[in-house]
């Protein structure tokens, strides 16, 4: 049974950083792409990042490039979010999620495989 557990989330003030990580069991995600979504209170999840089975192929919504980096350690069926110059407005619930081939790498329907969420609080 495929798994993935995300950590790393907490209260951090408006310009700090925190580090996600997505653990996953159950498979190998070599061949799997791996993305981070996010949801705040009243609004609807929304893309963060992305990484497929070539680290050098990534995906980032707007709102996070330049300040979040997302990676993968394929020996550790471990994909991480580096979040650095946090805003208020990142504060949400962050999602990991993968899938063997979304079909669109933003939309979260194109992933098979989520995470139960960890919080992330920015305070102003």
């Known amino acids: 049974q495929v798994q993935l557990v995300e950590s790393g989330g907490g209260l951090v003030q408006a310009g700090g950083s925190l580090r996600l990580s997505c653990a996953g069991s159950?498979?190998?995600?070599?061949?799997?792409?791996m993305a981070w979504f996010r949801q705040a209170p009243g609004k609807e999840r929304e893309f963060v990042a992305a990484?497929?089975?070539?680290?050098?192929?990534?995906y980032y919504a707007d709102s996070v490039k330049g300040r979040f980096t997302i990676s993968r350690d394929d020996g550790k069926n471990t994909a991480y979010l580096q979040m650095n110059s946090l805003k208020p407005e990142d504060t949400a619930v962050y999602y990991c999620a993968a899938d063997r081939g979304p079909a669109i790498p933003t939309r979260s329907h194109s992933y098979a495989y989520w995470g139960q969420g960890t919080q992330v609080t920015v305070s102003s």
């Open positions: 990484i497929f089975w070539s680290a050098d192929n990534t």
């Open positions: 159950g498979h190998t995600f070599t061949n799997y792409a």
